[in-house]
């Protein structure tokens, strides 16, 4: 492989902001793997944004893309995964198998997208020191006439059409919004673009506590639930971002609820495998975790803390949530999925399309 621009690229990042700005390119954020994707003659490479090599997990991408792309080509996008007319993160998360059959397996049940939103070079020419404006308008003049599995990422200058993007969007598992400057240069690693998230709160009970990985008396994270149909608590996710002096105080204020009696809390067979397989616990055995101690605290599910959360993933939260306040005027068994918002369901190819 020989290009203008070699891999390893760390790609261009986005920080946090609270509402969409004006005077901005706008996109939907895509809820996948973010990928730089290497491309000369027949070699094709999907590279992680840690650098690592992509293209084993999804060999349907490689073969697929080689007949779509230009020649030679560098481009930043998403690894996606369309399940029923909306992005599935947990179907992408599986691909990241150790087993080559079951790579290929689901390759075939639920082939991978590649959505493209940033053009590095082309052919012998390197475009990150060009402004987005030209960068954009080169990746579009590249990319036309495209089809299943790689898609050009509609784009807007309307800062009211990316309100409505954010809006009605999140229903086909789109993420938010990403706002930059047309007259940005790509800048490898750096945070210089917007990202706007859906948040959303939940009232949740709090379960069990990890303690701090260098603080044994100090809180590493809350372990939250919620309860089911059944009645049944289930492990929905965990808030873990407290300032130092706050992680004390908060192991202090919940010694009181340390339970002794353990084998009675509604997680107490979270070391046996098949309890996870009838129920979600903390603790859960995964290909994410390897050797990682997952040991944890039980408490007696007596309180009722609101956080903050963007969205669901099945029946657990997405991302770590946030932690806003406790709600001592709330019943923990009212703690219920009933509370959570469901976006409006809508069909990621009217997103693709940009209408």
């Known amino acids: ?57 999804f060999p349907e991408l490689v073969t697929g893309l080689r007949a779509l792309l230009p020649e030679r080509c560098v481009l930043d996008g998403e690894i996606v995964v369309p399940v029923e007319g909306r992005l599935d993160f947990e179907t992408l998360q599986a691909r990241i198998h150790p087993a080559a059959s079951r790579v290929r397996m689901l390759a075939e049940t639920t082939p991978a997208a590649f959505v493209a939103f940033d053009l590095l070079a082309l052919g012998d020419l390197g475009t990150m020191d060009l402004p987005l404006s030209e960068r954009r308008q080169a990746l579009a003049n590249a990319l036309q006439g495209t089809r299943h599995p790689l898609y050009l990422a509609p784009v807007t200058y309307d800062a009211e059409l990316a309100a409505e993007w954010f809006a009605r969007y999140e229903g086909a598992g789109l993420d938010g919004v990403i706002a930059k400057r047309p007259e940005l240069p790509y800048r490898p690693g750096e945070r210089v673009m917007l ?34 149909e059944e009645g049944t608590l289930q492990y929905v996710g965990a808030s873990s971002s407290f300032p130092a002096a706050r992680r004390r105080a908060l192991h202090e204020e919940l010694e009181p609820l340390r339970t002794g009696h353990p084998e009675e809390h509604p997680w107490a067979r979270w070391r046996e495998e098949e309890a996870h397989e009838e129920g979600r616990m903390p603790g859960a055995p995964s290909r994410w975790s390897g050797k990682k101690d997952a040991s944890w605290v039980p408490l007696r599910p007596e309180r009722v803390c609101e956080v903050a959360y963007d969205h669901m993933e099945g029946d657990r939260f997405r991302h770590t949530v946030l932690f806003r306040r406790w709600r001592p005027d709330r019943d923990p068994r009212s703690c219920t999925y009933e509370q959570l918002e469901e976006p409006v369901r809508f069909d990621l190819a009217e997103a693709l399309g940009g209408r």
């Open 1 to 57: 492989m020989d290009l203008p621009v070699m891999p390893p690229v760390k790609p261009m990042l986005a920080k946090p902001v609270s509402r969409i700005p004006e005077g901005m390119q706008y996109e939907a954020k895509w809820d996948g793997f973010r990928c730089v994707l290497f491309r000369d003659g027949d070699e094709v490479a999907l590279g992680s944004r840690t650098g690592k090599s992509l293209s084993r997990y």
């Open 195 to 228: 990202k706007i998230k859906h948040e959303r709160t939940a009232d949740c009970v709090l379960a069990g506590l990890r303690a701090h990985k260098s603080d044994a008396r100090a809180v590493g994270s809350l372990l939250l639930g919620l309860y089911n």
